[in-house]
């Protein structure tokens, strides 16, 4: 786990820096993303795709494809990767390292509670 991000609160008289902690947000039920798919979850200012792979394990990592931006949620999933639907990059879903390039994404914790997702994001 990284370092927490240091955050700068502003009001009138003072700025005063303060580190976020990471906390854990409900983003919906496993029952919204059928077996081998992926659906995508506004948290913060983040789109975070969640994959619900066949073999039931469910991963997060950011929804922005760094070639063009594609939805990585939309793409198709198979063999712990998904591959983007704009120009076919593969990411791998579980670290986040891209397969046929140079870049690593975003990666988020995931836990399960009964059929609930959570993520552990940055607040």
Request: one cysteine or more; charged letters at 15%.
């Amino acid at each position: 786990m990284g370092a927490p991000t240091l955050f700068t609160h502003t009001n009138p008289t003072t700025t005063t820096p303060f580190l976020s902690q990471p906390i854990e947000v409900c983003v919906g039920s496993l029952h919204n993303i059928p077996l081998g798919e992926g659906r995508a979850y506004r948290v913060g200012s983040e789109t975070i795709a969640v994959f619900r792979q066949r073999n039931g394990k469910v991963f997060a990592i950011q929804n922005e494809c760094p070639h063009r931006g594609g939805p990585l949620s939309e793409g198709i999933l198979g063999a712990g990767s998904v591959i983007c639907p704009f120009h076919a990059w593969k990411v791998n879903v579980e670290t986040g390292e891209c397969v046929s390039d140079p870049c690593t994404l975003r990666t988020y914790p995931v836990r399960l509670d009964g059929e609930s997702i959570y993520l552990k994001v940055e607040a």
